[in-house]
């Protein structure tokens, strides 16, 4: 008896039909004799409309009574899902966040995970009870209803998955945490915008994690994350079809004999930079905690020297720009010194792969496409097992396919870069 | 500093305006130094689009995952009061049945508050917020959302008035629980069908319970019950008006100069009679217990002897009839003796007063209003402070207008019918 836990997301769920249709997966898992746990988000576009709710009544609502008006989307699936689930003749019963035990930090809309008391979650199973839970929610020390932020509810069906002991003895043999959407699973590249991209059939979870943060928008990197620290293996599938998706596991040697599994795109991209502040000890951490307090997500920082003063640029989310100028404004105010520029219009191509850290020449390899597609490149940075580069916002699309095609990833299952020395990416 | 509880009901939150105008209400209330709670329902329509959604998964929905489902109504609600009220400037919070310790037993959309802890809504209060609770709901001593019913929300606004002294000398001089609705308060008989109904400015909570328990919907039995009994003072009033409503308050000896206060009529009501059946002792006790079990509200029961055997009939409304006609057969069934008729289309026409306990004559001014407009009676119960009379659906309303009429409640301040001796009604 393997302990499985199904994940179904809001466009899983868009009407009562379609919950009956993914109420009949889990019935199934559970017939099959596995241990199920559902995990649901909002129906369809429900959170978008309760937002826009919030919004008709103030345009500055309380993170707190934000949370206690979102997390209503998700209690009305469980109640539907369960409903459903008693109709299919299996016994079931929901469970909000705050009814299971998912403890988190007091930081409401984007609060983490502190613990998750499994005695609840324990007992229902052992009755031999289907458990559906709201995901996206949990609660506070204190009492209070926090959501865990853009994802969260692939956070919490992972994080479920990783206290039941799915991909470890406990879970038994076979246990998986199946992430149901509207796609069929991890592909090379967006789909939507590279006619030729191919589902992967499973990737790494280090590669899936750059992937993620890069917006690839069918599973949510702090997901990934908990996969990745408990072990769990993470499959990611159409809820619409019953072929097998993408399987997120743990990396084996065969792998790297693939240097570049996928490319993502992000879009809405704008560069701070900053010239000619002092380069005094500190001085970086004056400026990041500053921008810190914004909430806004900094990627791609470059530091240059220049005599006695440095130039600091970093990317932000185009949304998060105006709060970021205000913060570097008052840093530059303190220091007394240096002046700031701001670009808009740039977009992120970036290639994954864990091959990279054993095959070189794909920097090579990369540069060399987007070159001779004419396509300017503006910042260069890389991590073990990523490339990216920052291109203007308008050829990020073509950029995309271009590099998709350089590593071969639409036609041939293995990539057909390689043999360039260590060293010269 | 008196504690003021304001309530408000679905048709005034039935959009983001309309939950701006109630909470600029309690922001002023707030303002003039009161200890301010506010009880919100589901905004409008909710719970019946929430319960369609249910009805389109299964047709028999549990109880707890319908609890679980239409909490999140009120859930909606509070959040959007609260940050309405920031919105204002007021310093407000919201909680949850469960947050603020409301405590049921465990039976599912129709349980019972057993407990308040007044220690969240005391913190807060005397941190001179504003506390926004969600009404109708609460949590059983295992952790599990329950549901109070119809009228629940009522009933939530006046048990935490009562738990916070509204009334006694704890809540201050002046508390009181304002029960905001679309009407004007408590009229002597449903202006929507008696043109010159007249708007009472102040009620017993014996003869508003009267009233309430015959389907006058501005206020639900139960609240009234609670008021009643821990003294608390209940204003109806219109929440899109500054008009004064109606004050439901302890009776005063001068209260028992009006001999009829106001009239009702429940519709769709069905007669169940059983004849034949052996007068046994326990076989009342028989019937009723079977027919508890589903949950029917029985009403009007009249037993007549006939030698050995008796006759045993009875009110439900029509809605109940299946379910009670399947519980009597079985009755029978088991008795092996004893045969039933099941009318329908029949109403109830009430006349209700205090005055009537000592004002003689009430019933045969009634009964001559009745028979001189042609109406037949098909039953007649009376209890200290009402008469009751059943007829024909179809002359239901007239019924209600000759009623009204006769007892001079549309024109007059005062009842007209008095002086006829005790004993003749």
Request: charged share 20%; glycine share 12%; aromatic share 2%.
């Given at each position: 008896?393997?302990?499985?836990?199904?994940?179904?997301?809001?466009?899983?769920?868009?009407?009562?039909?379609?919950?009956?249709?993914?109420a009949?997966?889990a019935?199934?898992?559970?017939?099959?004799?596995?241990?199920?746990?559902?995990?649901?988000?909002?129906?369809?576009?429900?959170?978008?409309?309760?937002i826009?709710?919030?919004g008709?009544v103030?345009?500055q609502?309380s993170?707190?009574?934000?949370?206690?008006?979102?997390t209503?989307?998700?209690?009305?699936?469980?109640?539907?899902m369960?409903?459903?689930?008693?109709r299919?003749?299996?016994?079931?019963?929901?469970?909000?966040?705050?009814?299971?035990?998912?403890?988190?930090?007091?930081?409401?809309?984007?609060?983490?995970?502190?613990?998750i008391?499994?005695t609840?979650?324990?007992?229902?199973?052992?009755?031999?009870r289907?458990i559906v839970?709201?995901g996206?929610?949990?609660?506070?020390?204190?009492?209070?209803?926090?959501?865990?932020?853009?994802?969260?509810?692939?956070?919490?069906?992972?994080?479920i998955?990783?206290?039941?002991?799915?991909?470890?003895?406990r879970g038994?043999?076979?246990g998986?945490?199946e992430?149901y959407?509207?796609?069929?699973?991890v592909?090379?590249?967006?789909?939507?915008?590279?006619p030729?991209?191919?589902?992967?059939?499973?990737?790494?979870?280090?590669?899936?994690?750059?992937?993620?943060s890069?917006?690839?928008?069918?599973?949510?990197?702090r997901?990934?994350?908990?996969?990745?620290?408990?072990?769990?293996?993470?499959?990611?599938?159409?809820?619409?079809?019953?072929?097998?998706?993408t399987?997120?596991?743990?990396?084996?040697?065969e792998?790297?004999?693939?240097?570049?599994?996928?490319?993502?795109?992000?879009?809405?991209?704008?560069?701070?930079s900053?010239?000619?502040?002092?380069?005094?000890?500190?001085?970086?951490?004056?400026?990041?905690?500053?921008?810190?307090?914004?909430?806004?997500i900094?990627?791609?920082i470059i530091?240059?020297?220049?005599?006695?003063?440095?130039?600091?640029?970093f990317?932000?989310n185009?949304?998060?720009?105006?709060?970021?100028?205000?913060a570097?404004?008052?840093?530059?105010?303190?220091?007394?010194?240096?002046d700031?520029?701001?670009?808009?219009?740039l977009?992120?191509?970036?290639?994954?792969?864990?091959?990279?850290?054993?095959?070189?020449?794909?920097?090579?390899t990369?540069f060399?496409?987007?070159?001779d597609?004419?396509?300017?490149?503006?910042?260069?940075?890389?991590?073990?097992?990523?490339?990216?580069?920052?291109?203007p916002e308008?050829?990020?699309?073509?950029?995309?396919?271009?590099?998709?095609?350089?590593?071969?990833?639409?036609?041939?299952?293995?990539s057909?870069v390689?043999?360039v020395?260590?060293?010269?990416?």
């Open positions: 008896m393997a302990v499985v836990v199904h994940k179904f997301g809001g466009t899983s769920l868009a009407d009562s039909a379609c919950i009956c249709r993914c009949r997966r019935a199934s898992a559970h017939r099959d004799g596995h241990r199920v746990v559902v995990v649901v988000s909002a129906m369809g576009k429900t959170t978008d409309k309760l826009e709710l919030a008709q103030t345009d609502p993170q707190r009574e934000l949370d206690m008006l979102l209503t989307g998700e209690q009305v699936s469980i109640a539907l369960t409903m459903a689930l008693h299919e003749g299996v016994d079931a019963v929901s469970m909000t966040g705050a009814q299971i035990g998912i403890i988190t930090d007091e930081y409401h809309t984007k609060a983490r995970i502190r613990s008391d499994t609840a979650l324990d007992a229902e199973l052992d009755r031999g289907v839970v709201a996206f929610q949990g609660m506070s020390s204190e009492g209070q209803i926090t959501t865990l932020g853009r994802g969260g509810s692939d956070t919490t069906a992972v994080a998955a990783a206290v039941l002991g799915v991909g470890s003895k038994g043999p076979g998986v945490c992430i959407t509207d796609v069929d699973g592909y090379t590249a967006d789909p939507r915008i590279v030729n991209a191919r589902k992967l059939d499973r990737i790494g979870t280090e590669e899936m994690l750059e992937l993620a890069l917006g690839a928008g069918v599973l949510h990197s997901a990934v994350i908990f996969g990745q620290r408990y072990n769990v293996p993470i499959h990611v599938r159409n809820s619409d079809s019953a072929e097998e998706g399987m997120i596991v743990r990396e084996t040697p792998m790297e004999d693939v240097t570049v599994v996928g490319c993502a795109l992000a879009a809405e991209l704008g560069r701070i900053v010239r000619g502040i002092p380069n005094t000890p500190g001085m970086q951490a004056d400026i990041f905690e500053r921008i810190a307090t914004t909430g806004a900094v990627d791609d530091q240059t020297e220049a005599g006695e003063t440095a130039n600091v640029s990317m932000v185009r949304r998060d720009l105006p709060d970021v100028k205000v570097m404004e008052r840093v530059l105010q303190e220091a007394g010194i240096g700031m520029s701001i670009e808009t219009g977009a992120k191509i970036s290639a994954v792969g864990v091959g990279m850290r054993t095959h070189a020449g794909v920097a090579a990369m060399r496409a987007l070159g597609a004419g396509i300017h490149i503006a910042n260069i940075s890389t991590s073990e097992i990523k490339i990216s580069c920052i291109v308008g050829q990020g699309k073509n950029a995309l396919r271009v590099v998709h095609d350089a590593f071969g990833l639409g036609n041939t299952p293995e057909s390689i043999g020395r260590a060293g010269s990416r």
